[in-house]
């Protein structure tokens, strides 16, 4: 069988891998099978700031300057703000890493956006090449010629070469090639928002609140004080509106990050967080924040409707992360399946490493790919090659996140968390 690469996912890193794919001279086939019935079927539409380096690379030059037009590179430095009084804290600092700088990305330019606009940027054309409506069910590796044969829950098939996993934290393609890979829930709890830049609120805010990102917090340790609300005003070129991508109008991104005893007292357990609705995920900020300072509730009083959900925060451990990697190979040296993203490494998304993390996936896979057709090594070496420097750089940046989540919301030791329930 010719080369066939099967993405399970459209969600950023699956597209980006596929956009590599298609750009490289000669293209490499490949289909894309996303679950949701359309592109625009779930709402995703919250900020994320990246380094652009790994999308430049996998982008057509046409589409990456789509993404620079749809983007904000003019990052202002954030103020940390006593949420009790709403002024600026001279004592507290930022936590983690500088936004948008991980250990492969370095001090590359780095964007804000809007991911759902990302999305929709990345989807350029690859509309011919993704199915909807297709959850993955399992995967059989065919012995006879090296091939992958693909179930979904609609009982229909697909065969190829390759079988992608960019499916996220909760990825089914994960769960049967790893079936012992190490997930913790790290009780890190968070809802997440937008609300509209209008007069009104401009109104309420100080000016420090418009500039750069801002953290508002209760002075004190994370142990003691784990709640936080990071926000940012994030501003579009007005021209970007009319590519026809979605770019909504100025808004501010706002997510309040806390813990799972603190949720607790309003909600009974993770389950019901992650189910309440749009309206009763702000309803529990609102209630968390309510002793704070009226400036830094307002940002979170009056979100754009629809707009505000819940999310829990779930990571690998940099142990269990290289040693399930390690045995994949040697117990399975040929199988052509592999991972990309949350699905192949989920961490705590603190300091803007998972996205970034989820890219530089995309981009060494790709470039795997493309030099075994060029030299004609077996895909199992240039995916164990893949995997090995993706192992590598990961277990850093999941050591960074996992530090960045202690200071921010008091996480726990790791001996003393729980396995997830995903």
């Given at each position: 069988m010719s080369q066939r690469v099967l993405i399970i996912g459209g969600g950023l890193s699956g597209l980006a891998?596929?956009?590599?794919?298609?750009?490289?001279?000669?293209?490499?086939?490949?289909?894309?099978?996303?679950?949701?019935?359309?592109?625009?079927?779930?709402?995703?539409?919250?900020?994320?700031?990246?380094s652009g380096a790994a999308l430049q690379?996998?982008?057509?030059?046409?589409?990456?300057?789509?993404?620079?037009?749809?983007?904000?590179?003019?990052i202002n430095p954030g103020h940390a703000i006593d949420a009790l009084t709403g002024t600026p804290d001279a004592a507290a600092s930022m936590p983690g890493p500088p936004p948008g700088t991980t250990a492969h990305t370095g001090t590359a330019k780095s964007?804000?956006?809007?991911?759902?606009?990302?999305?929709?940027?990345l989807l350029q054309g690859l509309e011919e090449h993704i199915s909807y409506g297709k959850k993955f069910d399992s995967y059989e590796a065919l012995r006879n010629d090296g091939t992958v044969?693909?179930?979904?829950?609609?009982?229909?098939?697909?065969?190829?070469?390759?079988?992608?996993?960019?499916?996220?934290?909760?990825?089914?393609?994960?769960?049967?090639?790893?079936p012992d890979f190490p997930i913790l829930d790290t009780e890190g709890r968070s809802v997440f928002g937008k609300t509209d830049f209008t007069d009104e609120i401009v109104a309420k805010l100080p000016n420090e609140f418009l500039s750069?990102?801002?953290?508002?917090?209760?002075?004190?340790?994370?142990?003691?004080?784990?709640?936080?609300?990071?926000?940012?005003?994030?501003?579009?070129?007005?021209?970007?509106?009319?590519l026809g991508l979605g770019v909504p109008a100025d808004y501010i991104y706002w997510v309040l990050c806390t813990r799972q005893d603190v949720t607790d007292t309003h909600v009974a357990g993770l389950s019901e967080l992650l189910s309440l609705s749009s309206a009763e995920s702000a309803g529990l900020a609102q209630a968390l924040m309510r002793d704070w300072h009226e400036s830094v509730r307002a940002i979170?009083?009056?979100?754009?409707?629809?707009?505000?959900?819940?999310?829990?925060?779930?990571?690998?451990?940099k142990e269990g992360l290289p040693r399930s990697w390690a045995q994949l190979r040697q117990e399975h040296a040929n199988m052509p399946v592999t991972?990309?993203?949350?699905?192949?490494?989920?961490?705590?998304?603190?300091?803007?490493?998972?996205?970034?993390?989820?890219?530089?996936?995309?981009?060494?896979?790709?470039?795997?790919?493309?030099?075994?057709q060029v030299e004609m090594t077996s895909q199992g070496t240039a995916l164990a090659k893949y995997e090995q420097s993706m192992v590598e750089r990961v277990v850093e940046a999941v050591e960074r996140s996992s530090a960045g989540a202690v200071r921010f919301f008091g996480m726990k030791p790791q001996d003393e968390l729980k396995p997830a329930q995903i």
């Amino acid at each position: 069988m010719s080369q066939r690469v099967l993405i399970i996912g459209g969600g950023l890193s699956g597209l980006a891998l596929a956009q590599g794919l298609k750009k490289v001279t000669p293209s490499i086939p490949f289909r894309i099978f996303e679950r949701d019935s359309s592109a625009a079927f779930r709402a995703q539409g919250y900020r994320i700031r990246i380094s652009g380096a790994a999308l430049q690379a996998l982008l057509p030059a046409p589409v990456f300057a789509t993404f620079e037009a749809t983007s904000n590179s003019s990052i202002n430095p954030g103020h940390a703000i006593d949420a009790l009084t709403g002024t600026p804290d001279a004592a507290a600092s930022m936590p983690g890493p500088p936004p948008g700088t991980t250990a492969h990305t370095g001090t590359a330019k780095s964007y804000n956006v809007d991911r759902a606009v990302l999305r929709n940027v990345l989807l350029q054309g690859l509309e011919e090449h993704i199915s909807y409506g297709k959850k993955f069910d399992s995967y059989e590796a065919l012995r006879n010629d090296g091939t992958v044969q693909v179930r979904f829950a609609d009982g229909t098939v697909e065969r190829g070469t390759l079988l992608v996993g960019a499916d996220g934290v909760r990825s089914g393609v994960r769960r049967q090639l790893l079936p012992d890979f190490p997930i913790l829930d790290t009780e890190g709890r968070s809802v997440f928002g937008k609300t509209d830049f209008t007069d009104e609120i401009v109104a309420k805010l100080p000016n420090e609140f418009l500039s750069g990102m801002c953290l508002a917090s209760v002075p004190g340790t994370a142990s003691e004080h784990p709640s936080k609300l990071l926000f940012e005003v994030m501003r579009f070129d007005p021209a970007a509106r009319a590519l026809g991508l979605g770019v909504p109008a100025d808004y501010i991104y706002w997510v309040l990050c806390t813990r799972q005893d603190v949720t607790d007292t309003h909600v009974a357990g993770l389950s019901e967080l992650l189910s309440l609705s749009s309206a009763e995920s702000a309803g529990l900020a609102q209630a968390l924040m309510r002793d704070w300072h009226e400036s830094v509730r307002a940002i979170v009083d009056a979100p754009n409707e629809d707009s505000t959900a819940t999310l829990a925060f779930f990571s690998c451990t940099k142990e269990g992360l290289p040693r399930s990697w390690a045995q994949l190979r040697q117990e399975h040296a040929n199988m052509p399946v592999t991972l990309i993203g949350d699905a192949a490494h989920p961490m705590p998304p603190v300091g803007g490493v998972g996205a970034n993390s989820a890219f530089q996936d995309a981009l060494e896979l790709f470039e795997v790919l493309k030099s075994s057709q060029v030299e004609m090594t077996s895909q199992g070496t240039a995916l164990a090659k893949y995997e090995q420097s993706m192992v590598e750089r990961v277990v850093e940046a999941v050591e960074r996140s996992s530090a960045g989540a202690v200071r921010f919301f008091g996480m726990k030791p790791q001996d003393e968390l729980k396995p997830a329930q995903i």
